[in-house]
């Protein structure tokens, strides 16, 4: 697996996130909006976490190959997505997203899950929970290659756990999106029946990520394994 | 909107930033009633018949979406019954409606910038800002279709050798369907790298590289542009005088038409219709000039 390079524009971008942006957007949100605050500082922030991570894709920019990667991983699961788009919330994406976390890396995983949520709405559909699917998307490729980096993720088991917790990440993470569009405010007794009345949804996106991992995590392994032995990439 | 459309790239971005920004943070109910009438004004122009064909369908999600709030909120003085020993209030009510009008508002304004803001203008646009970014998208989208038409070719190559994922038993199927993804993966990675070997030996990513697009800046994006921010400033400027500042509990506060409230309604309102104006104006225009011929 790839080492983690320290990349000190990136860093330096994402201390002044954490520390400058986000207390002012805290700030507005309180100071200004009323009752609309919370709506207004999820948005922001799950936007402003992309950050980071869009300027170490800026830096890649003469690495054409890398880059190129992450777009086949990112239209492979599009494609997907749009293959399947008869089957409410049955769908390859994350399965996709996650496999390119552990193959190409944390980075360019939590990339190809914004990716995918990004051009994928365009086919769908921009609305405000854009920001949420690319963060979502993104941390659940993110998590699978630091996963990755320990060597777990060669185990089948954790495959399948790593495919059922991500289902409920997703649910869980667009659920705080669902509550603060549908009742202005962010209440633990709205969360949690929103999360009961969503378990069929969790229910099948765990189902899904478990058998797309389990169908498609060797053969894309093993080619992409092959692609960066060949060529030298991710080194 | 065939005339505001052709305005730039830029122009366009703020302004939905701009009016989506505001119709999703300000929930003072004029302001959320004047979104939601300039939004289904501009899709009704934009789809016509097609979207009042297929209004039942927001008219369902905006009594599903009211019917929430009431049932989970239960603040409010004005109490109209109970259930459950829960109180069901007049101001949860009206709350539930108004985010649900505000939340169709959000959504018909996303349906005029998905018509609007095709994916050439967003990829121009962050183009100039995030190179890489754009450039990542605008392959992405690129492959989707392009993988498409590989499967398509990969399924017949393999139907004439038995790999047909049409007929057979289930296991077959599957087997097959794998097998002509995994052939499609091989094909993608080893065409990535040629692809990207010819961008580079066509000097990708080297200083001083022009690119080619269609979009100018001219002095009607000027005018535009410094009305939309005009107006913005105009409407955040009242939002701090207290104009959108509206609390559903305990109770109402009153809504007040004071002269400067009228004012900031008023500019609000007049953000919302610009690109109905420009439309109004180029049809006028275009009529005019024909009647001298």
Known sequence: MQELKTNPLRNIVASIIVFVIIPIVLYIGIAFLGDRKFYFISVTIALLACVPFFISLEQKRTQTREILLIAVMSALSVAGRLLFYLVAAFKPVAAITIISGIYLGAEAGFLTGALSALVSNIYFGQGPWTPFQMFMWGIIGFIAGLLAKTGIMEKKTALILYGVFAGILFSFGMDVWGVMSLTGIFTWEAYTAALVTAIPFTITYAVSNVIFLLLLAKPIGEKLERIKKKYGLME | ?293
């Open chain 2, 1 to 293: 909107m065939k005339s505001f459309e052709t305005y730039h790239p830029i122009v366009l971005f703020v302004y939905f930033v701009s009016v989506i920004g505001i119709t999703m943070f300000f929930m003072h109910p004029i302001y959320v009633s004047l979104s939601f009438l300039a939004a289904v004004l501009m899709n009704s122009i934009l789809f016509g018949a097609h979207f009042w064909k297929r209004s039942w369908v927001y008219v369902l999600l905006f009594l599903g979406m009211a019917i929430i709030n009431p049932l989970i909120s239960h603040n409010g003085e004005m109490v109209l019954f109970y259930v459950n020993h829960n109180a069901v209030t007049v101001e949860a009510i009206a709350y539930g409606m108004a985010i649900a009008l505000m939340l169709l508002a959000v959504l018909l304004w996303f349906k005029v910038y998905n018509d609007t803001m095709t994916s050439d203008k967003f990829i121009y646009l962050f183009g100039r800002i995030v190179p890489v970014f754009a450039l990542v998208i605008s392959i992405t989208l690129r492959l989707v279709p392009l993988f498409k038409r590989q499967i398509k070719q990969i399924t017949q190559a393999q139907k004439t050798i038995g790999m047909d994922y049409a007929v057979g038993n289930i296991w077959h199927r599957i087997k097959s369907i794998v097998h002509i993804f995994s052939i499609l993966l091989t094909w993608a990675l080893e065409n990535t790298i040629e692809t990207a070997d010819a961008m580079k030996a066509r000097g990708y990513g080297l200083p001083k590289r022009t690119t080619f697009s269609l979009f100018r800046f001219e002095l009607r994006d000027t005018i535009v542009l410094s009305l939309i921010g005009i107006l913005t400033i105009g409407t955040v400027v009242g939002s701090f005088i207290g104009n959108t500042t509206f609390y559903f509990y305990p109770t109402f506060s009153p809504i007040e038409f004071n002269w400067y409230n009228v004012l900031f309604y008023i500019i609000y309102t007049m953000l919302l219709l610009l690109p109905v104006v420009i439309e109004l104006k180029e049809r006028w225009q275009w009529r005019s000039l024909q009647s001298k011929i």
